[in-house]
């Protein structure tokens, strides 16, 4: 699903080091920190973080990236409830696309 959004193979590989990662342009890195920084327990935005945010991003496209950040947040904890397991794409994992059938 990602790949038809534009996700790249090179992000996917290099999710786990987006920080210095040059397959990210600086908004993508902001949008991965704060959705690290939404996962954790208790949520606390590091100012540093906000200051960027607001630089790179308007209050309706901050206010659109928190909620889709949440919604993935509150599926991960609902599937916890009912023993649905991560399958491994914060280790650095993706499922790879099967080759294209050569002709």
Request: proline share 6%; with cysteine; glycine share 6%.
């Amino acid at each position: 699903m990602g790949r038809e959004l534009g996700v790249t193979e090179q992000q996917l590989r290099e999710l786990p080091r987006y920080r210095e990662s040059a397959a990210f342009s600086e908004e993508e890195r902001l949008a991965i920190w704060l959705a690290e920084e939404m996962a954790k327990t208790p949520v606390e935005i590091p100012a540093e973080l906000s200051r960027k945010l607001r630089r790179h991003f308007d209050e309706a496209q901050l206010v659109e990236l928190a909620a889709v950040i949440a919604w993935e947040n509150y599926r991960a904890r609902f599937n916890r409830v009912f023993g649905v397991r991560p399958v491994g794409f914060s280790g650095g994992d993706f499922c790879v696309l099967p080759e294209e059938p050569r002709a």
